[in-house]
Every structure is written in structure tokens, then in C-alpha cells.
């Protein structure tokens, strides 16, 4: 043993100066009751047929989970008309995004995303050994040309989060295809659809059309949004034979929980309840946009089941004055420093009593 040896082992570099994801608070300072309006979570939680699936698996806990989500797979593609053998699931949608960022990227390679992507994206591709290369936005929104001028020798991967979270905005399905067209047949595009089932676009596609066609696309969805699933972690990638063997090949061979796989089932196939949900968020959004805005706020037009409200840069009216307001009326939103907005809030669309809560409590907060 050398005596320069360090006292304790040492993270490779680079993982030292990643910025832990630092979730939406859970929690509010006052209020007769809580409102969480901070996570992206559905109101409807969900649907009681997963409920049902989910706690009928805990009579065989003792088991391990099919290691390859056959029935889970299946009822997706029952449920979307994708090949099941071209389908990877995993603990959240987290975990594909890393899965396929560790299988395609390493030391001295780049990846790139849009300025107000996922923050998972510049934490999955400096966790594998690359760089993050953020690209900025056009009007809050992904720029094409700016991604594909970003573009270089070392690029390796780009995500495209379509809808994106924070701002909600998406690009149109031509202008995602012009994306892939641009791109080196090596490198791999992922079209993070977290948030497709809530768009209502006719220029939208979730990606499940380019990823048929190519051979560098693959196409992540979760069930932690409209399933209402956030708490049993479940997603899905759809993607090219050869990138699914790939994925196959590293990630853990029990890597969704059999409570997990039943719910997701149950989930997928309940079609009426995941309509409702839908339902909810298309006469909310629309509501509470329009009420943010007619109390002098800005608010960045919204595809998802969220919207980001950008506030006045006076004195006592910004957003994180807004926030310990409204923490002290139950409301917890989420705060945008770390996506690069520290003057605005993303607000998920709740259930009717607490989005006229929150509207109220704004109105009160900006004195109307």
C-alpha cells in the first residue's frame, strides 16, 4: 500500500459535482388543510382497480417478480399496440432514462437537453462518465436548430422531455421528426413522454410513430402521472430491437416488484378512469390558467397537468414570497430555482377544492 493512498474511498470524478434532485416539498407550514399541488401528482390518485391488484399481491410477497414484466409488457401493448418484446420497464421512468444513458455513454462523451429539461438528464449523463451540454430554449420551448447546432463528434444521446416539465410546452410532431432526421445515425434520441396521455394537440405525437421507423429513438412514458402511481415507481421504454437487448443486458434482473406489475396492469386497462383523469386536467388547466392570468400573472402556456406562473419583480410579490404565503394557507407548490426560474412556481392542477383554494389564496397574496 502506497502512504498517498487516500483515508476513504473516493467517488470517480464528476460524481461529486452532480446536484442531488431535490424533490417537491410534502409538507405546509399552516392551513386548516393540505393542498399538494408540488409533485405533478393526479388528483383522482388512482384508479381502484390498481388499488385492488396491488394489495391482492401482497399475499405472495415471498416470490420474486417475473424478472422480464411479461404480463406487464403485454398489457401495455394491448393497450397501445406496441410489440411487448420491445418494451423495458422499470422502477419509474427515472430508471429507463439512466438505464439508457449508461448503455450508451461514457467518459468523454456528450449529451444533450434542452435549458429547462429534466433535471435527470444532466444527473444520468454526468453519472455515466459524459457531459451534460444544455441548449437553450426558444420561447420556453426546445429549440431544434439550437440542439442540432449543439451537436459534435462526442455527442452520444439528446433528450427531448415533449411535453416539457416545467414549462409545459411541447413541439409539434414535425418538428420532433425534424429532430431525428437531423441527427447522426449513431446517436441516440430519447422522446421523454411523461405527460402524453394529458395532451390534446392535434400536431402532437408521443413518438411511438418515430420510433417504429428508426433505429436511434426510443420513447420513455411512466405511470407516476395520469395512472397515479407515483408511489410504486413504474415506467416504460419502447424502443429498436437492438437498444431493448441492450437494456436488457444491464439493468437488474428484478427491477420492477411484483405489487408493482399488478397495478400497472390493473392501471393501463382501466381506460374509463384513465379518461376521467384526462377530463379533470382539460377543464382545469384552462380554468386556473385564466384566473392566474386575470390576477396579473404571467403563466407559460401549458399541454400538461401543471403550469408555471412567472411573477412580478416587485417587492414582497415575487415567487418565493408567493410560496411561504401560500405554504402558510396549506398550498405547496414547487419552487424553480434549480430549473433556472427563480421568480416563478410550478403549480400541479388539483382537485377542484384545491385549485379554488389556490386561486384564492393567490388572489389574496397579490391584494385583488
Known amino acids: 500500500m502506497t502512504t498517498d493512498s487516500p483515508p476513504r474511498p473516493i467517488p470517480r470524478a464528476g460524481v461529486l459535482d452532480i446536484a442531488a434532485y431535490v424533490p417537491g416539498k410534502s409538507k405546509a407550514t399552516g392551513g386548516a388543510k393540505l393542498h399538494k399541488l408540488s409533485s405533478n401528482e393526479t388528483p383522482l390518485g388512482p384508479s381502484p382497480r390498481a388499488v385492488e391488484a396491488y394489495r391482492a399481491a401482497a399475499d405472495k410477497l415471498e416470490l420474486y417478480p417475473d424478472g422480464a414484466a411479461t404480463a406487464l409488457r403485454e398489457a401495455i401493448g394491448r393497450a397501445t399496440g406496441l410489440a411487448p418484446e420491445r418494451i423495458v420497464c422499470g422502477a419509474g421512468s427515472d430508471e429507463v432514462l439512466t438505464l439508457v444513458t449508461h448503455a450508451y455513454v461514457g467518459p468523454g462523451d456528450e449529451g444533450i437537453y434542452s435549458e429547462h429539461g429534466f433535471l435527470v438528464y444532466p444527473i444520468a449523463i454526468t453519472a455515466a462518465g459524459g457531459k451534460p451540454v444544455k441548449v437553450a430554449e426558444k420561447n420556453l420551448t426546445a ?71 428508426s433505429d436511434n429513438v426510443v420513447m420513455t412514458r411512466t405511470f407516476s402521472k395520469i395512472y397515479g402511481l407515483a408511489g410504486v415507481r ?40 384513465t379518461r376521467a383523469a384526462a377530463d379533470h386536467n382539460e377543464a382545469w388547466l384552462p380554468k386556473v390558467t385564466a384566473a392566474a392570468t386575470a390576477l396579473g400573472l404571467t403563466v407559460t402556456p401549458s399541454v400538461g397537468n401543471f403550469v408555471l406562473v412567472h411573477f412580478p419583480d416587485v417587492a414582497g410579490k415575487r415567487a418565493p414570497d408567493a410560496d411561504a404565503f401560500l405554504l402558510d394557507h396549506g398550498i405547496v407548490v414547487r419552487r424553480m430555482e434549480a430549473y433556472g426560474f427563480a421568480n416563478a412556481l410550478r403549480i400541479t392542477i388539483g382537485s377542484a377544492e384545491a385549485n379554488e383554494a389556490l386561486i384564492a389564496a393567490l388572489a389574496t397574496f397579490l391584494g385583488k
Do not use: C, Q
Not at 431493448?244 to 378512469?273: H, K, Q, T, Y
Open 234 to 273: 413504474l415506467g416504460w421504454l419502447y424502443g429498436p430491437d437492438h437498444i431493448v437487448d441492450a437494456l436488457n443486458r444491464i439493468r437488474g434482473p428484478f427491477n420492477v416488484s411484483s405489487p408493482a406489475i399488478a397495478a400497472g396492469i390493473a392501471a393501463i386497462e382501466d381506460r374509463d378512469f
Open 143 to 213: 429549440d431544434v436548430d439550437a440542439m442540432l447546432a449543439a451537436v459534435t463528434e462526442r455527442t452520444k444521446i439528446v433528450f427531448l422531455a415533449n411535453p416539457n416539465n416545467p414549462t409545459g410546452t411541447y413541439l409539434p410532431f414535425d418538428e420532433v421528426k425534424r429532430l431525428a432526421g437531423g441527427l447522426p445515425k449513431h446517436v441516440i434520441l430519447v422522446l421523454d413522454a411523461a405527460y402524453a396521455e394529458y395532451v390534446r394537440r392535434n400536431d402532437y405525437e408521443a413518438g411511438i410513430e418515430l420510433v417504429s421507423s
